[in-house]
């Protein structure tokens, strides 16, 4: 191949890993512990490992959480965005 190892974010190639992508959405999974957490506990091997027949991953992980940037009203769950 052409690289041997490398980091890269799922995210960033749209519609690849459509599982994966939904650690991309704003409010999902409680937080970075829990969803590191749940990926440690098997997250990854039951339902994710399919989309990565191609690669061998060594480390899975799930940084700060995506967030809504907005310039008046804090969102923090689904019930802020109403109205």
């Known amino acids: 191949g052409i690289a ?7 995210g960033y190639t749209p519609g690849r890993f459509p599982l994966t992508s939904v650690f991309d959405l ?5 937080g970075t512990c829990t969803v590191n957490t749940a990926f440690a ?3 990854f091997e039951d339902y ?3 989309e990565y027949k191609d690669a061998k991953m ?3 992980f799930v940084s700060e959480p995506f ?3 907005t ?6 769950s689904m019930a802020d965005m109403k109205g």
């Open 4 to 10: 041997d190892i490398s980091f890269f974010m799922p």
């Open 26 to 30: 704003p409010l999902i999974g409680g």
């Open 41 to 43: 506990q098997g997250v």
């Open 48 to 50: 994710l490992e399919g």
């Open 58 to 60: 060594l480390i899975f």
């Open 67 to 69: 967030t809504f940037h």
């Open 71 to 76: 310039s008046k009203k804090k969102i923090e």
